[in-house]
Each structure stands twice: as C-alpha cells, then as structure tokens.
C-alpha cells in the first residue's frame, strides 16, 4: 500500500549526490570569479549559484519540502534575498548609491 | 521497522507540516537570518558606494581559506545529516560515527580561520585597513561566532548521543542541532562569494 504523505529520508545517497554537487559548485564559482573577474554578467552568474547552492541544503539536507509552510518560507525567502540584492548592486549598483547618499543629505 | 517508527513518531507534526528539531531552535534560527539579512544590506550599502574598494580588496584576501572553510562547512553539514538519516534507520553507532566526523571536519573552520586572520595581519590587514575590510570582519567574525556555539551543539549531542540519548522514535536534539548547522552551512554560502569570489 503507497501512501501520500512524505516521510523523512533515511537513504545517504540523496545526501552525498547534493554534497558532492555542492563542492563542485564552490570550486566552480571559485574559477569563475578568477576567469571572468571583469564581467559585466558575473553577479548574475554567482547569484544564481548561491541561490542553487542555499536552495540544495535547504531542500536535500533540512528537508524543507516536508516542513511547517513557515520554515519553508523562512528558507525561501533568506535563500533568495542576497542573491537579489547582488543582482540589484551588480547592475544599478551607482543608482543604489546615489539614493543613499540622498537620504544621508536630508 | 525503523521507517514506521520515524513516520509515527520522533516528527513534531502541526497543520501544514514537520518541524525539524524542535520550535524552539527555528526561533532562534529566525533571529539568525533577520541577523545576517542586516548585515547583508551592510555589505550592500556598502558595495554600492564604494565598488572600487570592494573591487580591490577581495583581491587581498586569500581565496585558498575561502574555499577551505566553504569545502569544510559543506561536508560537516553533510555529515551531520548523515548522523540524523542514519538515526532514523535505527543504526545508533552508525550515526554517533557519522557525528563524530562531523565535529572533526566542522573544527577546521576555527583553524582555518585562525590561519586566514594570521595572514591578513602579516600582511598589515586589519579592521581598519578601509571599508570593505571592515565589512569583512565585522560579517565573517559574527559567522565564527555563530559555528562557535554550532561546534559546542555538536559536542553536546554528542554526549548525549554517546550515552543513548536518542532513539529511532525521539531523536529531536539531533535534529534541532542539525537544522541549526544547516542554516549557518547556508549563511556561509551566501558570504563566501561575497568576499572570495566578486572581486
């Protein structure tokens, strides 16, 4: 009989696949950031990296599928919120800064 | 066996689903992330109105600490949520090896950091060396601070553990502490290219 609901994983080879994708990653962004140090398009890359990176311990290692919808959003939105702002500073980055000086003059 | 065990029990069940550990940790772990969100528009601000020291700063720091410390945070996770797995498969020594490896990969971060910073200072970089280092510190010694109380979790459970503290129906200490390892794993993930990787 099957049922519907999720149960906890008990199997380590869910575990050591994510692991082993998380290292490649990391050392994958490390070259990046050493090739391609003056692209323009860079922040994307990485943010996007970071979020893949976030989202796999999230998904694989806390099991957030399976959790409160509070934790599940508590993950999704911390995950997601650096690698916007990286996006953000990375492309208006000076507009961002010209803003901030103008609430630091009034 | 065990696998009905873990579905019947040993899960705090609410409305929508599980809780990892128990409710008490996600509150702290709430704080952490609204901690670290903070510090994060820092680095931003930061960022913004200053790219040229940001540009050449992270070109000072050592990449090689950055990718040790990230290499170590990753497999201490992932050895931790091996520890709880195993648990649930009702495998008790299994699981107290797997923590053990998790706690000896987790305590080269501190050394590794400790190398990092003895090499900066070598190199005459300190808090005051301009803003992007300050950032640097200010946001990587918080994280110390946080895998800090993160280590001596471990080596709680792990008493614990050693003495029969879990079982495959109550084994909610370990998971409270593994969510809590995770989470930091996950703040260090988000910091590391923001130093060692933009430059």
């Not at chain 1, 490649?24 to 893949?52: K, R």
């Not at chain 2, 409710?23 to 609204?34: A, H, L, P, R, S």
């Not at chain 2, 950091?113 to 946001?139: C, D, H, M, R």
Request: aromatic letters at 16%.
């Amino acid at each position: 009989m099957t049922t519907l609901h999720k149960t906890p994983a008990t199997s380590l080879v869910p575990l050591t696949l994510t692991w082993l994708v998380l290292c490649v990653l990391t050392v994958l962004s490390l070259g990046l950031g050493q090739w391609f140090h003056a692209a323009a398009w860079l922040p994307l890359l990485v943010a996007v990296i970071v979020w893949v990176k976030g989202t796999m311990v999230a998904r694989y290692f806390i099991e957030s599928d399976l959790t409160h919808p509070f934790i599940r959003r508590l993950l999704k939105v911390f995950i997601a919120f650096a690698p916007l702002w990286l996006i953000l500073t990375g492309f208006y980055g000076g507009q961002f800064a010209q803003w901030g000086s103008l609430f630091l003059k009034h | 066996m065990a696998a009905e065990a873990v579905l019947e029990s040993g899960i705090e069940t609410e409305a929508g689903g599980r809780i990892p550990g128990n409710k008490g940790m996600w509150v702290g772990i709430t704080c952490e992330f609204v901690e670290f969100a903070v510090l994060f528009i820092v680095y931003f601000v930061a960022r913004a109105n200053f790219p040229d020291a940001f540009q050449n700063g992270a070109e000072r720091l050592s990449r090689v600490s950055g990718t040790v410390i990230t290499l170590l945070m990753v497999t201490s996770s992932f050895f931790i949520a091996c520890s709880v797995n195993t648990m649930r498969s009702g495998k008790r020594r299994q699981s107290i090896y797997w923590l053990v490896a998790g706690l000896v990969v987790a305590l080269g971060y501190p050394i590794a950091k400790y190398l990092e910073i003895s090499s900066n200072l070598a190199q005459g970089i300190n808090g005051e060396s301009g803003i992007f280092f300050t950032v640097y510190y200010y946001l990587t010694f918080n994280h110390l601070v946080h895998a800090t109380w993160g280590i001596l979790g471990i080596l709680w459970v792990l008493v614990r553990h050693s003495f029969g503290g879990y079982s495959v129906e109550d084994h909610h200490g370990l998971e409270a502490l593994a969510s809590y390892w995770h989470a930091t794993d996950i703040i260090w993930l988000i910091i590391f290219p923001m130093f060692y990787v933009l430059a």
